[in-house]
């Protein structure tokens, strides 16, 4: 049985010593500041799409501009994403994942605080492209990090622990946009984009962090010893190809639900909250301070949802195995888009009800972190969970698009938005019943070393 590397001390709470926790908690904070940098885009592209473009904030051309060019930014996110998984996770398995998180925390900080000082939409895409590549490679090194730290009998655990710092990590840029566009530069629409996003630079404190106190993978330096690293070719050799191909179903489809979902969440918060403003006959800073606080509520329910649900892969994973408990998921996640987006609500409980789909549609990715480790020896971990996590991202970049292209051309309003969303709730209900197929049970197998 592993334990990972150890600094004197004995196990503690759950059966980890004083460094598994520095472990998780680097991994837990890298992910959780990697969904922070990635999202605080969702929060301000209802004003830095029309300020960029030079058109009239809220008026109908904004609003199908905003729609259409938030599905096209997203997408591009997924695609640079998926590179920077593959790349890194590559990188990761050759130098060490040590070196690799520090490079990748840096790079999706600056990138995203670049954002800031742009002055054209070319611009913020080509900064929104190199905060992905960060973005992508940082997860497949933390969760090989911390699955080859902690003892076997606590993988699982640890591994949900890590996933945890997303929803947070979201809950985190809701509450920045919050207190940047809706207390501390309200009526300023124009400038509080660019602030928002300078908000991002905040993990380059963790980068540092990470630096100092952590330590290289035991794992990795031992297998480093035994044998140089393989290359990507063997994820499709024929002992690996079952692994590699269900590894990617499985995250392809929870990333495109989740972004279907997410990339439009804020979006869907602001747009319900104009109507309210315009019944309500409010002041133009009384209406942003309005979409701002329903904003950050229709994201919080969404990520807190997503934080409960979370925790539920410990106890379906131990008792009923990998592959149902993503069928149980995924059926669930199905359930809750067709009852939010399908049933007639008041905009308010619309907004809360999504707390149930992220419980199932984020909840789903507190697997990812124990599971996709399971799949890959050593030489190839970081590799393997970077390219199944993060190249079901260029399949998932289809989601936002689709999603924003029919919305604007149905004229980017509320209830448009409503009912793409509710036809999304196909995605993961088609996969229950695939993946009985496509995904491989790794309930009982030791890592592989």
Same mark, same amino acid.
């Given at each position: 049985?592993?334990?990972?590397?150890?600094?004197?001390?004995?196990?503690?709470?759950?059966?980890?010593?004083?460094?598994?926790?520095?472990?998780?908690?680097?991994?837990?904070?890298?992910?959780?500041?990697?969904?922070?940098?990635?999202?605080?885009?969702?929060?301000?592209?209802?004003?830095?799409?029309?300020?960029?473009?030079? &058109?009239?904030?809220?008026?109908?051309?904004?609003?199908?501009?905003?729609?259409?060019?938030?599905?096209?930014?997203?997408?591009?996110?997924?695609?640079?994403?998926?590179?920077?998984?593959?790349?890194?996770?590559?990188?990761?398995?050759?130098?060490?994942?040590?070196? /690799?998180?520090?490079?990748?925390?840096?790079?999706?900080?600056?990138?995203?605080? =670049?954002?800031?000082?742009?002055?054209?939409?070319?611009?913020?895409?080509?900064?929104?492209?190199?905060?992905?590549?960060?973005?992508?490679?940082?997860?497949? @090194?933390?969760?090989?990090?911390?699955?080859?730290?902690?003892?076997?009998?606590?993988?699982?655990? /640890?591994?949900?622990?890590? $996933?945890?710092?997303?929803? &947070?990590?979201?809950?985190?840029?809701?509450?920045?946009?919050?207190? #940047? /566009?809706?207390?501390?530069?309200?009526?300023?629409?124009?400038?509080?984009?660019? *602030?928002?996003? &300078?908000?991002?630079?905040?993990?380059?404190?963790?980068?540092?962090?990470?630096?100092?106190?952590?330590?290289?993978?035991?794992?990795?330096?031992?297998?480093?010893?035994?044998?140089? %690293?393989?290359?990507?070719?063997?994820?499709?050799?024929?002992?690996?190809?079952?692994?590699?191909?269900?590894? &990617?179903?499985?995250?392809?489809?929870? @990333?495109?639900?989740?972004?279907?979902?997410?990339?439009?969440? %804020?979006?869907?918060?602001?747009?319900?909250?104009?109507?309210?403003?315009?019944?309500?006959?409010?002041?133009?800073?009384?209406?942003? =301070?309005?979409?701002?606080?329903?904003?950050?509520?229709?994201?919080?329910?969404?990520?807190?949802?997503?934080?409960?649900? +979370?925790?539920?892969? @410990?106890?379906?994973?131990?008792?009923?195995?990998?592959?149902?408990?993503?069928?149980?998921?995924?059926?669930?996640?199905?359930?809750?888009?067709?009852?939010?987006?399908?049933?007639?609500?008041?905009?308010?409980?619309?907004?809360?009800?999504?707390?149930?789909?992220?419980?199932?549609? *984020?909840? #789903?990715?507190?697997?990812? +972190?124990?599971?996709?480790?399971?799949?890959?020896?050593?030489? @190839?971990?970081?590799?393997?969970?970077?390219?199944?996590?993060? =190249?079901?991202?260029?399949?998932?970049?289809?989601?936002?698009?689709?999603?924003?292209?029919?919305?604007?051309?149905?004229?980017?309003?509320?209830?448009?938005?409503? $009912?793409?969303?509710?036809?999304?709730?196909?995605?993961?209900?088609?996969?229950?019943?695939?993946?009985?197929?496509?995904?491989?049970?790794?309930?009982?197998?030791?890592?592989?070393?």
């Amino acid at each position: 049985m592993q334990t990972g590397p150890l600094t004197g001390s004995q196990a503690t709470f759950l059966g980890l010593s004083g460094y598994h926790w520095v472990v998780i908690a680097a991994g837990w904070a890298g992910w959780g500041f990697d969904v922070y940098d990635a999202v605080l885009f969702n929060f301000v592209a209802r004003n830095c799409i029309p300020a960029l473009l030079h &058109l009239p904030p809220d008026s109908p051309g904004a609003r199908s501009a905003v729609v259409f060019w938030n599905g096209v930014i997203t997408s591009v996110l997924l695609v640079s994403w998926a590179l920077g998984g593959f790349v890194f996770g590559w990188i990761a398995d050759r130098v060490g994942r040590k070196r /690799a998180l520090f490079a990748t925390i840096a790079l999706y900080a600056l990138g995203t605080g =670049a954002c800031a000082l742009v002055g054209n939409l070319g611009q913020l895409i080509l900064c929104r492209a190199v905060a992905a590549l960060g973005i992508g490679g940082e997860w497949g @090194i933390g969760a090989s990090l911390v699955a080859e730290a902690v003892p076997e009998s606590r993988r699982v655990e /640890a591994g949900v622990i890590m $996933q945890t710092g997303s929803p &947070l990590g979201v809950v985190l840029a809701g509450g920045a946009n919050y207190l #940047i /566009a809706g207390v501390w530069f309200a009526g300023q629409p124009q400038l509080a984009w660019r *602030y928002v996003f &300078l908000a991002g630079l905040l993990p380059v404190v963790l980068a540092l962090l990470v630096r100092i106190f952590l330590r290289e993978s035991e794992q990795w330096r031992a297998s480093r010893a035994r044998s140089a %690293p393989s290359g990507p070719r063997e994820l499709f050799a024929p002992g690996m190809r079952a692994a590699t191909l269900g590894g &990617l179903f499985a995250a392809a489809v929870a @990333i495109l639900c989740w972004w279907g979902c997410n990339a439009f969440v %804020p979006l869907l918060g602001g747009s319900l909250s104009a109507h309210e403003a315009q019944r309500l006959g409010l002041s133009p800073r009384e209406a942003q =301070a309005l979409a701002a606080a329903w904003q950050a509520h229709a994201s919080n329910a969404f990520n807190l949802g997503g934080l409960i649900g +979370t925790f539920g892969a @410990i106890p379906l994973a131990r008792k009923l195995g990998r592959r149902p408990m993503f069928i149980v998921y995924f059926l669930y996640s199905a359930l809750a888009l067709f009852a939010t987006f399908g049933l007639e609500l008041a905009p308010s409980t619309r907004l809360t009800l999504l707390s149930l789909v992220g419980a199932g549609v *984020y909840g #789903i990715f507190g697997a990812f +972190t124990f599971y996709l480790p399971e799949l890959f020896p050593v030489r @190839i971990r970081a590799t393997g969970a970077g390219f199944c996590y993060n =190249a079901g991202r260029v399949l998932a970049a289809l989601g936002p698009l689709i999603i924003g292209w029919v919305t604007s051309a149905a004229g980017g309003s509320s209830t448009a938005l409503t $009912q793409v969303l509710f036809w999304l709730g196909v995605v993961p209900l088609a996969a229950a019943l695939l993946s009985y197929f496509v995904v491989v049970e790794t309930r009982g197998r030791a890592l592989p070393a």
